[in-house]
Each structure stands twice: as structure tokens, then as C-alpha cells.
């Protein structure tokens, strides 16, 4: 079993900075596929970022450039640094890993949630 905690959530004015955290528990934390997922209300969850074990990284476009994902799989933490926030990227945003979920584009294990929110 995997828990996965997120913190770093919060209130940020339009083109400011937010580093989210997302600590995970097990022994197998480094051999998985880790990231973020978000949702906005009144709309479906969806991809932000991803990490591979080995540390390649793919980016939603409406990211890419702004975000940045990494991992250190010695703390088990895995990390989503977010610049030049926009208030579009206001949502409850996710940890996801673990096992390809089939037939899907996300992971076995999520976190509870955290809140950003951009002002304008």
C-alpha cells in the first residue's frame, strides 16, 4: 500500500510561484511513475505532469515552460514547481503514482487533493 500527502498548496497572485509537495510512503516509491493531475470546478480531472523513474518528464501545453516536476526518490517526495501561475490554473491539484491504471491515462495511488488558486 502507497499513501501519497500533498502540501504546498495555496493563494497566489497571477504570475507568481507555488511548490507543491507530495510525500509518498512504500518501498517501491522509486520504481514508479509519478504525477500530477488537476481538477477545476466544474470540469474533469486532467494531466498536468508527469515523472518516470528515471526521471523523464512530460507536461500537459498548457504547462509546458511554466511547470516543472521533479523527484527525489531518497525522500520519496516528488515535487511540482509552478511559475507565471495564471488564474486558469486555479483547481485542486493531485499526486498520482504507482501501476499504470489500464485503459486510462493516470496511476493506482492518488493524494488527497490541494488548493491553488490564482488571483487576478
Known amino acids: 500500500q502507497v499513501q501519497l500527502v500533498e502540501s504546498g498548496g495555496g493563494l497566489v497572485q497571477a504570475g507568481g510561484s507555488l511548490r507543491l509537495s507530495c510525500a509518498a510512503s512504500g518501498r517501491t516509491f522509486s520504481t514508479y511513475t509519478m ?3 488537476r481538477q477545476a470546478p466544474g470540469k474533469e480531472r486532467e494531466f498536468v505532469a508527469t515523472i518516470s523513474w528515471s526521471g523523464v518528464s512530460t507536461y500537459a501545453d498548457s504547462v509546458k515552460g511554466r511547470f516543472t516536476i521533479s523527484r527525489d526518490n531518497a525522500k520519496n517526495t516528488v515535487y511540482l514547481q509552478m511559475n507565471s501561475l495564471k ?8 499526486c498520482n503514482g504507482g501501476p499504470k491504471v489500464a485503459g486510462s491515462s493516470w496511476y493506482y ?3 488527497q487533493g490541494t488548493q491553488v488558486t490564482v488571483s487576478s
Not at 488564474?87 to 493531485?94: I, K, L, R, S, W
Request: negative net charge; aromatic residues 42%; charged residues 15%.
Open 109 to 111: 495511488y492518488w493524494g
Open 87 to 94: 488564474p486558469e490554473d486555479t483547481a485542486v491539484y493531485y
Open 35 to 37: 504525477g500530477w493531475f
